[in-house]
């Protein structure tokens, strides 16, 4: 995806491809795995002040960011593990924007970080198991009323997970850090 002038969609907007293939499900597994890598490249080196500045005006910090990625993809993988496990569940939806405001979110960010680090382990260990008829395996997200696949769920973390980065190493360009 190309970048934007847009700061809260630094690649551009999620656009998911009705059809994917092997090498696109294989691009999404490698973006999902590097997260962990990438974010603490991101962030290597940043203090407190540098945490607490949001990436746009009423955006997140940059910490919020962090501990929002671990919030965020510890909720994915149980997605995915339940949709390997159980027909057609229902997941529970969760307010990103009402836990960003929580205590936790003040913690230093290698708390979150030591979580990505763990669930992406796990979950590249599942995605990297994935074939054929997984993909197609779905679950229910009654926020939107709509039914996704396992594939879909890739599509959106991996696209997720180079989101976040880019709005950190954007704000890292602009503010010369």
């Known amino acids: ?63 919020q960011l962090v501990h929002h990625v671990a919030d965020s993809h510890m909720n994915a993988l149980v997605r995915l593990k339940l949709a390997l496990t159980e027909a057609q569940p229902t997941i529970k939806p969760y307010d990103e924007n009402a836990w960003a405001t929580l205590a936790d979110m003040r913690l230093p960010i290698d708390v979150s970080l030591v979580l990505i680090d763990g669930v992406h382990r796990r979950w590249d260990a599942l995605n990297t198991a994935l074939a054929g008829a997984d993909f197609g395996r ?32 954007a704000l890292r360009a602009r503010e010369g850090w």
């Open 1 to 63: 995806m190309a970048a934007t002038d847009d700061l809260r969609y630094p690649i551009g907007r999620f656009a998911p491809i009705a059809q994917s293939n092997a090498t696109q499900r294989a691009t999404d597994v490698a973006d999902i795995a590097a997260l962990p890598q990438k974010i603490r490249a991101a962030v290597a080196g940043l203090d407190d002040r540098q945490l607490d500045t949001p990436y746009r005006s009423e955006g997140w910090t940059v910490r």
């Open 138 to 169: 779905t679950f229910v997200h009654p926020e939107h009323g709509k039914t996704f696949t396992i594939e879909r769920l890739l599509q959106t973390y991996g696209w997720h997970s180079r989101h976040h980065v880019a709005h950190i190493t």
